[in-house]
């Protein structure tokens, strides 16, 4: 089995900054895609940003330029570091992996969510 968890959500003043951590544990033979989605109040699901074994990277037009996702493969990690926070940017965010496991069969699973509000 894999866990998710993310963490590092908060408040914060518009313009401000925040960095989410997105932790998997279990039995990982390996992490293939990492994902940030994030869902806003009456709205559906959103992909923000993700990023594959490669290190390739995508990211959501309303959010280029202000956020940056990376990983530590060594520690099965990954990051959001947010910039330049809207609030529009307010939301749950969710962390999302593709993982093969040690039997070789490849899951995907979701976090529990951690908020994020941003005040104007």
């Known amino acids: 089995q894999v866990h998710v968890v993310e963490s590092g959500g908060g408040l914060v003043q518009a313009g401000g900054s925040l960095r989410l951590s997105c932790a998997a544990s279990g039995s990982i033979f390996r992490l293939n895609r990492w994902g940030w989605y994030r869902q806003a109040p009456g709205k559906q699901r959103e992909l923000v940003a993700g990023i594959i074994t490669g290190g390739n990277t995508n990211y959501a037009d309303s959010v280029k330029g202000r956020f940056t996702i990376s990983r530590d493969n060594a520690k099965n990690t990954m990051y959001l570091q947010m910039n330049s926070l809207k609030p529009e940017d307010t939301a749950v965010y969710y962390c999302?992996?593709?993982?093969?496991?040690?039997?070789?069969?490849?899951?995907?699973?979701w976090g529990q969510g951690t908020q994020v509000t941003v005040s104007s």
């Open positions: 999302n992996a593709d993982v093969t496991d040690n039997s070789l069969i490849s899951s995907n699973y």
